[in-house]
């Protein structure tokens, strides 16, 4: 029996478990980059593969692939993000306007979100009231409860950009590498094949430290759709290859 079986059986309570914390709001970027770097560039190699090129050559493409990626993703994610904190920004400017000089559609607002969650009657004036006493608690909420954003969760654009671009360089190891290494492309394939299950089956479980899922779903799921992807980019690097000069 261990620590925390032991603790729900003296208890009859579920032990506290602390949330995953500063690193939540860039999950999204760690598992896309990572993940993406897999993908892509093991659906690269089996395409190139496919379509008659050497060891040396499916390397290199692997490597000019994955350089391209980690540029594409990083500078993709460092715009996306700053873009979404200046239209967050532009939004929160005019709602500073709304609260000095349209107070009562702004608490007539607050006054619905808040309903909405089931507070009624003198529990919702009251709850109404304390907010109008604060410019600034007023902002607040409804920065949290009108545009979903809280300044704990707002992603840094810089981190972003690191997080996308490393970790799908990261990724392209696993399909990329036995190349370098490989005498026949069929022998690269074959480990390329294999070291890119295994990435996948472990950044799907990797993934469920964070989101408390199946290990075993997760870590397949991720193997399917790379399989799936690889077979259909295989049989189309083959066509291709096979057509006329």
């Known amino acids: 029996m261990d620590d925390a079986t032991e603790v729900e059986a003296d208890t009859g309570e579920i032990p506290y478990e602390p949330h995953i914390g500063a690193t939540r709001q860039y999950w999204r970027d760690i598992v896309l980059g990572v993940n993406d770097g897999i993908v892509s560039i093991f659906l690269l190699v089996a395409g190139v593969v496919g379509g008659g090129l050497d060891p040396r050559q499916v390397f290199l493409t692997?490597?000019?692939?994955?350089?391209?990626?980690?540029?594409?993703?990083?500078?993709?994610?460092?715009?996306?993000?700053?873009?979404?904190?200046?239209?967050?920004?532009?939004?929160?400017?005019?709602?500073?306007?709304?609260?000095?000089?349209?107070?009562?559609?702004?608490?007539?607002?607050?006054?619905?979100?808040?309903?909405?969650?089931?507070?009624?009657?003198?529990?919702?004036?009251?709850?109404?009231?304390?907010?109008?006493?604060?410019?600034?608690?007023?902002?607040?909420?409804?920065?949290?409860?009108?545009?979903?954003?809280?300044?704990?969760?707002?992603?840094?654009?810089?981190?972003?950009?690191?997080?996308?671009?490393?970790?799908?360089?990261?990724?392209?190891?696993?399909p990329a590498l036995p190349f370098a290494l490989a005498v026949d492309v069929n022998t690269g394939l074959l480990w390329a094949s294999i070291l890119t299950a295994v990435a996948l089956v472990g950044v799907g479980v990797a993934k469920t430290r964070v989101t408390r899922g199946n290990p075993l779903v997760a870590g397949l799921e991720n193997l399917a759709i790379a399989g799936l992807g690889g077979v259909v980019a295989y049989l189309i690097g083959s066509a291709v290859g096979a057509g006329p000069v």
């Not at 007539?108 to 979100?113: I, K, P």
């Open 62 to 174: 692997a490597v000019a692939g994955a350089v391209a990626g980690a540029v594409s993703m990083a500078s993709g994610e460092f715009l996306a993000t700053k873009s979404q904190d200046e239209v967050l920004d532009a939004e929160l400017r005019l709602e500073r306007i709304h609260i000095r000089h349209h107070r009562d559609k702004e608490l007539a607002q607050l006054r619905e979100m808040f309903a909405a969650m089931g507070i009624e009657g003198e529990d919702l004036d009251t709850v109404v009231s304390i907010f109008d006493k604060s410019d600034r608690a007023l902002l607040e909420a409804m920065k949290a409860l009108e545009f979903g954003a809280v300044d704990s969760e707002r992603r840094s654009p810089f981190k972003a950009m690191a997080f996308s671009g490393l970790l799908f360089l990261v990724g392209s190891l696993p």
